[in-house]
């Protein structure tokens, strides 16, 4: 029987954002990026030795382009055999909801057990890095941050050292016509406020560090909203525009900025997509849920707590 080992890994959402990349060959953020990983949405990935790379992705047959040059450039520097890679999500893939940060964390845990390449969580997180940016964080639970000049992601506290919820509104699941690669270079390369994002970036991190330590929800919450909103202004002031989000994105968002005014502690944040995530205190979650649920309808609807580092599960 050939031998194969599972890893499974969770998407994190990022609360101050990386979108830009300092040297795109060696996949360098030009922003640093705190996250939190996610419980209950759950990428498992089983690699198996084959004679040619394939590439299952919920069952189906895929090519993809940044898994190949991840693998080759791997393969530069360690002994890695072709692999047959099969990869369950229980979440949209490709659809803003991280799929890629979770896929490359799963896929990183599990070529360093197949192989024995003896990679300390640090620099798995580093190799996961040169796949996707913020897959680094997905290696670990809790809050997480991810700067340079390392750019090895590392744990700030532990999922319960403050139990947030996270309420994820979605609003569409079709597959996003500009993966985050090509629109960060687009966004780097031609928005107007590209140079001011970067130059702010820093300073939100160590500020949004400090609200975690101290459990300062309305200092993380302006922080966050406001990373995001500069984030977005670069994408839609982009040459040509990235608009990810839709109407009911900002639906979404309105309601969780009502709730906010009428006492609820929840904040909103995007990504590159249109789905919304509501990050709120255990207490305000129902009120939060319900209210989402008015726009996007309950089904779609996903509440979560954080979540804890990856893992292998099986080898
Ligand atoms: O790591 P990538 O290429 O999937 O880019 C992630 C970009 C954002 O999700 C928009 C922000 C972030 O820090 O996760």
Redesign the pocket.
Known sequence: MTRSTTACAHP???L????GKSNSDL?L?S?P?L?ITLSKLTTRTTISTSEIDVLYINGQSVQDEKISQFLNSLRQTHSVKNIRIETENNFPTSA?L?S??AG?AALTMALNTHFSLGFSKRKISSIARTG????A?SIHGGFVG?QGPDWEAEPIVKPDYWPLRIVIATVNIEKKKT???KG?EITRFTSPFYQSWVNEAQKDFDEALTAIKNRDFDKLADLSEKNCLK?IATMISSDPPLIYWAPATLACIQLIRELRNSGQAVFFTT???PQVKAICLPESEAKVIEALASVVGSKNITSCEIGDEAEIIQN
């Open positions: 994190n959402i990022a101050i954002k990386y979108w996949n953020p922003t990026s996250s803003g991280a890629s940060a490359f996707s940016a913020s897959a964080r991810l993966g985050s690669s960060m984030m990504d590159a997509g």
